[in-house]
Structures are given as C-alpha cells and as structure tokens.
C-alpha cells in the first residue's frame, strides 16, 4: 500500500527525493564522484610531483639520487624550492670525471707494475724502485736519444738557412 503524500508537499516529487527506507541514488553518486575526484587529483599530484625523479631515471644521470632526495624533501615539507632544484637539477647534464681519472689511475698501476687496486693500499707510503718489476708489455729498445744540448755539433758549425 502507497504511503499517502503529506499534505503540505507538492503533489509531484521530484525523482531525487526518496522515499523513507530506500537507498539515496543521488547521495551514493555524489560519493563515488567525490572520491573519484580526490583519487585522480591525488595521482595527478603525484606524477607532477615525481616528474624530475622520472626524467633524470630515463636519462641515466648521475645526480639520480640527489634529484629524488630533492623530491621527498619537496613532497614531506612542502617548500617547492626543492621540487624545483630537483627539476633543474634532472634538465642538467653533469660530465662525468671520475670515470676518466680511474682509468688514468688504473693506466698508472700497469705502468708502474702493481696489480690493479694496489696503488690505492699503498697510500702515501714510497714504493721502492728496486721492487717494482717493469710492466710486462714493455719492451726494451734502444736508449733514447741525448737531449739536444748533449749532442755534438758538427765540425763547420751550426748550419742555420
């Protein structure tokens, strides 16, 4: 049996109004909009916020960690500077010089006969001549020239054109 319409309400009830003891479709809509929304603002914020993290990864940089370190900072205090240190930070190629001055340091413990690593024990200690044997790959040739003082000059003089 019908409920009879109270008679102070409009004789037509609009379709959002429901009756006592059923669900609110309009209230568990607004809800799953509401939570929607903040989920996808959420991501979105996020992928913002990681964007130089992802760009210095892809890159290979070196300064990878310190871009994501930046990044934390940023997200757990909220001072955008760091956020934007880490941007730029990501955008700038930095040379890379330590991989160049291990192998000059590797090229020198060959040369000077040590096995690899070796010289890095030996620290400021003075490696005696005597027990350094010569790098394998070296082959002894002839002495090498006297310096040009050393030369003698020959019987007419210097001949300069």
């Known amino acids: 049996m019908a409920q009879p319409i109270h008679p102070a309400a409009t004789p037509h009830v609009p379709s959002f109004i429901t009756p006592p003891d059923a669900t609110d479709i309009l209230l568990v809509v607004a809800i799953v909009t509401v939570v929607g929304a903040v989920l996808a603002v959420g991501l979105i914020f996020l992928r913002l916020h990681t964007l130089p993290e ?4 892809k890159a290979h ?3 990878f ?6 990044g934390l900072l940023a997200l757990f205090t909220h001072v955008h500077l ?3 240190a ?43 001549p005597a027990s350094v044997a010569p790098a394998p790959d070296v082959i002894a040739h ?4 006297p310096p040009p003082e050393a030369r003698p000059v020959p019987v007419g003089g210097p001949s300069h054109a």
């Open 54 to 57: 992802r760009m210095a990864h």
């Open 61 to 63: 940089k070196l300064q």
């Open 65 to 70: 960690e310190i871009v994501a370190v930046l």
């Open 82 to 84: 760091f956020w934007v």
């Open 86 to 128: 880490g941007l730029l930070l990501a955008l700038i190629e930095i040379p890379d010089v330590w991989n160049p001055l291990r192998r000059m340091a590797g090229s020198l413990e060959k040369i000077a006969g040590l096995a690899p690593g070796q010289g890095a024990e030996l620290g400021d200690e003075a490696v005696e």
């Open 142 to 145: 002839d002495p090498p020239p």
